[in-house]
């Protein structure tokens, strides 16, 4: 099985800074992974797909890069409404997710 | 729209049997991929199962392999997730998803509780 490992489990930052966050995979899962917000209370949202893909209705501060196994999230500029926790997803060989990154305001 | 919305979760006894439903509109049901994903209480995130298109090909992990069965109604645009022997670790919020490989489009989900 593809384990993901995900980090930092936490972060906080400031209104306008840039924010990365980053998966690794056990072994090589080529473009399928995937990004994932979930705000408090809510079900999960599509971010972005297969590494770089913007998912409809996504603000363009979020983007996506890597391949094969180590992977990014960027949000190019933080904005109070991005508090959620974020976790990646792997759909190379079944469906693996992150163990979570929960971003806060500082 | 798309929209997705489960139903049937509640409190059941270990080694029980619990149904659950997602009723969907606003899409072409029958052309999609389907999925549960379910979130343990303070957790992270768990795929469950995955139907293809007909119902033919249907996918677990290890976890729930044997125990849960997904299954879809092309006519009714309904997606099921039959439960058997519930443990207590399957305790969780579950989620239908529509599947493109990519879990697109999410229902606001349903809780079960397994308990004595």
């Known amino acids: 099985d593809i384990q993901m490992t995900q980090s930092p489990s936490f972060l906080s930052a400031s209104v306008g800074d840039r924010v990365t966050i980053n998966c690794k995979a056990s072994q090589n899962i080529n473009k399928y992974l995937d990004w994932y917000q979930q705000k408090l209370g809510e079900a999960p949202k599509l971010l972005i797909y297969?590494?770089?893909s913007l998912h409809t209705g996504i603000p363009s501060r979020f983007s996506g890069s890597g391949s094969g196994t180590d992977f990014t999230l960027t949000i190019s500029s933080l904005q109070p409404e991005d508090v959620a926790t974020y976790f990646c997803?792997?759909?190379?060989?079944?469906?693996?997710f992150g163990a979570g990154t929960k971003l806060e305001l500082k | 729209e798309v929209q997705l919305v489960e139903s049937g979760g509640g409190l059941v006894q270990p080694g029980r049997s619990l149904k659950l439903s997602c009723a969907a509109s606003?899409?072409?049901?029958?052309?999609?991929?389907m999925a549960w994903v379910r979130q343990a209480p303070k957790k992270g995130l768990e795929w469950v199962a995955t139907?293809?298109?007909?119902?033919?090909?249907?996918y677990y992990p290890d976890s729930v392999k044997g125990r849960f069965t997904i299954s879809r109604d092309n006519a009714k645009s309904s997606l099921y997730l039959q439960m058997n022997s519930l443990k207590s670790e399957d305790t969780a919020t579950y989620y239908c998803?529509?599947?493109?490989?990519?879990?697109?489009?999410w229902g606001q989900g349903t809780l079960v509780t397994v308990s004595s």
């Open positions: 606003g899409f072409t049901f029958s052309n999609y991929y």
């Open positions: 997803l792997q759909h190379n060989s079944g469906n693996t």
């Open positions: 297969n590494t770089n």
């Open positions: 998803a529509r599947s493109s490989g990519s879990f697109a489009y």
């Open positions: 139907i293809s298109t007909s119902g033919s090909r249907t």
